[in-house]
């Protein structure tokens, strides 16, 4: 490619985009087309070119672009934080891992994790039928966590510690107050549409029948590392860290699915969290956190 | 009916007056696109998610001052790509550009943490890999220009109103970035002794008469 004279590639640019149209400019840039060869031959090429760019822009398939969970995790979370702030409903904050330390030994007091089936179809029939569809193919590693599940209650048996009650298994309001939050694992696999409902459902049903023992879908295998009550203390933190609010009370903790994919459900006092298998390892991971209903 | 969904501006309008949930609701319906327009604008997922998140703060807060001039998905692209060109601005000093794999060049003050990750959502062809390079060493302006108009399809007029500059301006801004884009991508293939035609990005005649002629105000 040679010219006789320099071509402003910008100016030509200018001409072919249309953004002349109308101006002085427009009417020189055409003189120097039809006079000039250089500007003749590089109008040609330059056209072509930038038309060649419009398809290789195509290849970029914005509409491919989806914003990741835990972006849209992230974004909802600091959404519900601000709200909270202007709402006024900011807890006062205390030291960071106050009731971290406290879960752990209470926790371990109890020598099991316990785990409580509540049959997530007869819960929620109106749960619709791509989640249940969507619990039959994650079924199977259901089905395969349960005889491990069974072993940490001991026998197999799914009874419930609620908050704030007294049980057999040894758990009890330790002396400020703050509580073990019962822990379950419904199968269930929740929905950003009705997780606010459904998990204020399930505590609901939780506390109403503390010794329910019913069909247990178990542990997701991904989660099976937040059975160690370590862990999930590592994880309530972290999620309570990000929702501004260290010193609040965990009110119930689900290890189950959201959209598909195993999630711990935490229910706050007025917020589901719902963080995904990597937990507290650095942060909450988080996949979705929406106001309670009627909070 | 009263089926119908909520329009964005009613679900504006719900989340001034107090509705909890309506301003999520509008940020999970165009939460594809306002992603797409950050991570595109500025070529990496921490910065186009940081981005994401002082621009939606800013319209959580400043919703009550939209009075409906403009389409509710304008007003919110609008502050997306503002948000996206001050970081641009913010990190002029220590530019850094998106490497193939996506990984970035970062500043000594940043290094820490971060590793490499996708710029974007893989895609299954290497064209799309080298377009993004080139995409991403066009000046700031004229990327969020094509972003809006070549990949999400926003008319020339709309893109006017989201970055608030006149019609021929978003014109200007297109054309010379296809233009850069077509010499850096090797449609456009200069004679090497014709630094009219040189690579952009190596200050030839184009960047000098480029200065000049973009001294084009509000055109």
Same mark, same amino acid.
């Given at each position: 490619m040679t010219h006789g004279r320099g071509v402003d590639l910008d100016l030509l640019a200018d001409y072919i985009g249309g953004a002349?149209?109308?101006?002085p400019e427009a009417a020189a840039v055409e003189r120097l087309i039809a006079d000039d060869p250089a500007w003749s031959r590089a109008y040609a090429q330059t056209s072509a070119a930038m038309e060649a760019v419009r398809v290789d822009l195509g290849?970029?398939?914005?509409?491919?672009d989806q914003m990741p969970a835990e972006v849209l995790g992230r974004l909802e979370a600091a959404l519900t934080a601000v709200r909270r702030q202007e709402s006024g409903?900011?807890?006062?904050?205390?030291?960071?891992r106050r009731w971290v330390r406290r879960l752990a030994p209470v926790a371990a007091a109890a020598g099991v994790l316990v785990l409580v089936g509540l049959g997530a179809t007869a819960l929620w029939p109106e749960s619709g039928r791509q989640d249940v569809a969507t619990n039959a193919g994650g079924g199977a590693a259901d089905r395969a966590a349960v005889p491990d599940a069974a072993k940490l209650s001991g026998d197999g048996r799914a009874p419930l510690i609620a908050p704030g009650e007294g049980t057999s298994q040894g758990l009890r309001k330790d002396a400020e107050s703050d509580v073990a939050p019962p822990i379950v694992a419904t199968g269930t696999n929740y929905r950003r549409e009705t997780v606010r409902r459904l998990t204020s459902e399930v505590r609901t049903k939780a506390l109403a029948a503390p010794q329910a023992s019913t069909q247990m879908s178990g542990v997701p295998e991904p989660l099976r590392?937040?059975?160690?009550p370590a862990a999930l203390s590592a994880c309530l933190a972290a999620i309570k860290a990000a929702d501004a609010q260290p010193a609040t009370q965990v009110r119930l903790v689900d290890l189950a699915r959201f959209e598909g994919s195993p999630a711990v459900v935490v229910l706050l006092p007025d917020v589901v969290w719902v963080s995904g298998a990597n937990c507290g390892l650095t942060g909450p991971d988080t996949r979705y956190s929406t106001r309670t209903e009627g909070s | 009916m009263s089926d119908r969904p909520a329009s964005d501006e009613e679900l504006l309008r719900a989340h001034v007056a107090g509705e909890p949930e309506a301003f999520a609701e509008l940020l999970r319906r165009h939460r594809d696109r306002l992603w797409s327009v950050a991570l595109r604008t500025l070529g990496d997922r921490e910065e186009a998610a940081d981005a994401l998140q002082d621009a939606l703060l800013s319209a959580h807060r400043a919703? *009550?001052?939209?009075?409906?001039?403009?389409a509710v998905t304008t007003w919110l692209h609008r502050i997306v790509v503002n948000a996206c060109l001050d970081r641009v601005r913010r990190r002029q000093s220590h530019p850094t550009v998106p490497l193939p794999d996506g990984t970035r060049h970062f500043d000594q003050d940043s290094?820490?943490?971060?590793g490499p990750e996708p710029a974007a959502p893989p895609v299954d062809h290497d064209t799309a890999l080298v377009v993004r390079q080139a995409l991403a060493q066009l000046p700031a302006e004229q990327r969020a220009a094509l972003v809006l108009v070549?990949?999400? *399809?926003?008319s020339v007029a709309e893109v006017a109103e989201i970055l608030g500059v006149a019609e021929g301006t978003v014109k200007s801004r297109c054309a010379r970035g296809r233009a850069r884009l077509a010499v850096l991508l090797g449609h456009l293939r200069p004679d090497p002794g014709d630094a009219a035609y040189g690579n952009p990005s190596t200050g030839g005649n184009v960047t000098s008469q480029s200065a000049r002629a973009t001294q084009e105000g509000g055109r």
């Open positions: 002349l149209d109308g101006t290849t970029l398939g914005a509409d491919r409903t900011v807890v006062p904050l205390a030291p960071r590392r937040l059975t160690d | 919703a *009550g001052r939209f009075r409906g001039d403009s290094a820490g943490g971060a070549d990949l999400q *399809g926003y």
